[in-house]
């Protein structure tokens, strides 16, 4: 058959170029059905490919599905279709089962789990998106492996057909990441469905996301995994928007990321080109500042340099605003700096400018992030931007606090 542009023969990316990696799994992977218990050898298997790809320096995160069918045998919930309570209760009661189970299957490598259960909420409310970003960079930088599940047992709209595919997309989007693999029961993405369809092609890389593309996702498989093709493209289209390349793999064999790593059919969806960039547009571009951040003259050449912005170099803040909500920055004669998302509320802002960051527990009565504004949440404005848009009486404001500054 011809293919179109989108499926146009393209260099797939390689997951051994990646540093940072987000695996999604699925239930049907991770459960044995039959016995409701996790499968053990394989998990195993999957554990020694993430330390394989930990040690040649790559920071992994894993999305898995799992607790609500590890639960449904011990409480006699066998029914092909569950209501929404039998549902929370049962992954409140398997959720500790999952948990129990990468723990194991990790610690055998010298690698320590951390559970963080999220909704698709905690990853679209800024403030919650926030968090549950700063908390996962946090078990990133300790070495931990983090492992992030639907938050089924207080979940309510969420629990539907492919909340962890999307959920993983979002993780990826959240962290930056280089890749997201999606671990499934079929190689890839064909042309229609393999099952049904002898004359169906593989399809090894995807370039552009088309509609075309989105007709080849078919219906969700029966049994106890809830994702399908269709699923799986709704989360490529969030994860390539990103800037991260995503990966549709055969996922049932042993060891299944070390068969990736070594060229195991599949299909690459390639990021967009424009992707990294994208949600700093939306930052520089969509969000109505609520507030400024005015700053010296240290602090501003800090900014061009790519830096954060430090409470010390700060000199005043304006405006109403919390935590997450978006701010410019300027210098002191008014001109436009960047603009970003605060990393503390007006109040709090007001009273930690002007110092070190190390003195920012003793004055608030509690440790938040070192920086007003990280980098990742900063967007400088060009020249030309900034020259024409300086306020008018520029300078005038709330008290001001003296102190060096310091930028990281």
């Known amino acids: 058959m011809s293919h179109s542009p989108s499926l146009a023969a393209e260099t797939a990316p390689a997951?051994?170029?990646?540093?940072?990696?987000?695996?999604?799994?699925?239930?049907?992977?991770?459960?044995?059905?039959?016995?409701?218990?996790?499968?053990?050898?394989?998990?195993?298997?999957?554990?020694?490919?993430?330390?394989?790809?930990?040690r040649r320096g790559a920071e992994v995160m894993v999305v898995s599905s799992g607790a609500i069918a590890l639960a449904r045998r011990s409480l006699n919930l066998t029914q092909p279709r569950l209501r929404l309570e039998e549902k929370q209760a049962a992954a409140a009661v398997g959720q500790i089962r999952l948990a129990q189970a990468w723990a194991e299957a990790l610690s055998a490598h010298g690698m320590t789990?951390?559970?963080?259960?999220?909704?698709?909420?905690?990853?679209?409310?800024?403030?919650?998106?926030?968090?549950?970003?700063?908390?996962?960079?946090?078990?990133l930088g300790l070495r931990c492996v983090p492992v992030i599940?639907?938050?089924?047992?207080?979940?309510?709209?969420?629990?539907?057909?492919?909340?962890n595919d999307r959920l993983a997309a979002r993780v990826a989007e959240m962290t930056q990441a280089d890749a997201l693999v999606l671990l499934s029961d079929i190689d890839g993405l064909y042309t229609a469905d393999p099952r049904r369809d002898p004359a169906a092609e593989h399809i090894p890389v995807v370039a552009v996301l088309t509609p075309e593309i989105e007709a080849m996702g078919g219906e969700p498989p029966p049994g106890?995994?809830?994702?399908?093709?269709?699923?799986?493209?709704?989360?490529?289209?969030?994860?390539?928007?990103?800037?991260?390349?995503?990966?549709?793999?055969?996922?049932?064999?042993?060891?299944?990321?070390?068969?990736?790593?070594?060229?195991?059919?599949?299909?690459?969806f390639l990021p967009a080109p424009e992707?990294?960039?994208?949600?700093?547009?939306?930052?520089?571009?969509?969000?109505?500042?609520?507030g400024t951040l005015e700053v010296?003259?240290?602090?501003?050449?800090?900014?061009?340099?790519?830096?954060?912005?430090?409470?010390?170099?700060?000199?005043?803040?304006t405006g109403s605003f919390e935590r997450g909500d978006p701010v410019e920055v300027r210098a002191q004669d008014g001109t436009l700096l960047a603009r970003g998302l605060s990393a503390y509320a007006s109040a709090d802002a007001a009273r930690?400018?002007?110092?070190?960051?190390?003195?920012?527990?003793?004055?608030?009565?509690?440790?938040?992030?070192?920086?007003?504004?990280?980098?990742?949440?900063?967007?400088l404005a060009t020249q030309g931007a900034a020259d024409r848009q300086k306020p008018q009486g520029a300078g005038q404001g709330e008290a001001t606090l003296d102190g060096p500054a310091v930028i990281g």
């Open 296 to 317: 010296d003259a240290g602090a501003a050449r800090a900014l061009r340099r790519g830096s954060s912005l430090l409470p010390a170099g700060v000199r005043r803040v």
């Open 149 to 163: 599940n639907e938050n089924d047992s207080v979940a309510t709209a969420e629990i539907r057909y492919g909340d």
């Open 15 to 54: 997951l051994a170029g990646a540093n940072r990696i987000v695996v999604k799994i699925g239930s049907a992977l991770l459960v044995d059905a039959e016995q409701a218990a996790p499968r053990q050898d394989w998990l195993r298997s999957v554990a020694a490919d993430i330390a394989a790809l930990r």
């Open 352 to 379: 930690i400018i002007g110092h070190r960051s190390e003195a920012i527990e003793a004055i608030l009565g509690w440790r938040g992030r070192d920086e007003l504004i990280h980098r990742d949440d900063l967007v």
């Open 224 to 268: 106890y995994s809830s994702g399908g093709m269709r699923t799986k493209l709704a989360a490529a289209r969030i994860a390539t928007g990103a800037g991260c390349a995503m990966a549709i793999a055969r996922g049932g064999t042993p060891h299944p990321l070390r068969a990736l790593a070594e060229g195991a059919r599949c299909t690459w």
């Open 275 to 290: 992707g990294r960039s994208a949600r700093k547009r939306w930052i520089a571009g969509s969000l109505a500042p609520l």
């Open 113 to 139: 789990a951390a559970q963080l259960l999220l909704t698709l909420g905690d990853t679209e409310d800024r403030r919650r998106y926030l968090n549950a970003r700063a908390t996962l960079a946090t078990l």
